[in-house]
């Protein structure tokens, strides 16, 4: 089943506690990345990455970094959380970056991060 | 920049009732639109897009017109039901790199 995974889907952590959250798609996609989802903001673009080791930063890429090693593989990396880092956050792939063209974007369930 | 814009909801309908959600945008060029549902719990699914002016999306009975002139994709059903209680995202993609979605309207319709 062709299908973008994230873990963990939830996770209480506290300030200054490195973590990361993990993103696989099986679907040999080139473009992948990251959202965040807050209320009344809608979903912002973290860090996007148009193939292996090409990342660039989104609107909101401060406190974040990602790495893009394999083509499958978009790990999120929160190397000293905060509480305004508490959202929900997606990752999504699809075939080839957006550039104006309508390719469809497949997005993973979702990580609920908590931080305290 | 590029950016989307979406009416403020929460919106709440009766089942059959007709449905608009408005979205316009702000973008150089021709950018493509885009209209993703989220249902509760889950992560957002395309439901329909359109890539160029005059252009019509569909899927389930949504539509939503690509209107270059009024720089808007607003998503109408003309029937609508308790299934389709979700967040609904207007979005766009364009020659740069990045997609741009809308703030998200909640939809909840009552039998």
């Known amino acids: 089943e062709a299908q973008v995974t994230q873990n963990p889907r939830y996770l209480i952590t506290v300030t200054g506690k490195k973590l990361t959250v993990t993103c696989s798609q099986n679907?040999?996609?080139?473009?992948m990345s990251w959202y965040r989802q807050d209320p009344g903001l809608g979903l912002r673009q973290i860090y996007y990455?148009?193939?292996?080791?090409?990342?660039d930063k989104g609107d909101v890429p401060e406190g974040y970094k990602v790495s893009r090693k394999e083509k499958r593989n978009f790990p999120l990396i929160l190397e000293s959380p905060s509480p305004n880092q508490t959202s929900l956050y997606f990752c999504?792939?699809?075939?080839?970056?957006?550039?104006?063209?309508?390719?469809?974007?497949?997005f993973g369930p979702g990580t609920r991060l908590t931080v305290t | 920049g590029d950016s989307v814009t979406q009416m403020e909801g929460p919106v709440t309908l009766s089942e059959e009732a007709f449905l608009t959600i408005n979205c316009t945008y702000t973008?150089?060029?021709?950018?493509?639109l885009f209209w993703y549902v989220q249902y509760p719990g889950e992560g957002l699914q395309l439901l329909l897009k359109?890539?160029?002016?005059?252009d019509k999306g569909s899927n389930k009975g949504f539509e939503a017109t690509y209107r270059k002139e009024t720089t808007s994709f607003h998503l109408e059903k003309g029937s609508v039901q308790v299934s389709d209680s979700a967040v609904y995202f207007c979005?766009?993609?364009?020659?740069?790199?990045?997609?741009?979605f809308g703030t998200g309207t909640s939809l909840t319709v009552i039998p």
């Open positions: 973008a150089t060029g021709y950018p493509s």
């Open positions: 679907m040999n996609h080139e473009y």
């Open positions: 990455s148009m193939n292996v080791e090409v990342t």
């Open positions: 999504a792939s699809s075939l080839y970056p957006p550039r104006g063209d309508s390719y469809e974007q497949y």
């Open positions: 979005a766009l993609s364009n020659t740069g790199n990045q997609f741009y």
């Open positions: 359109a890539t160029k002016a005059d």
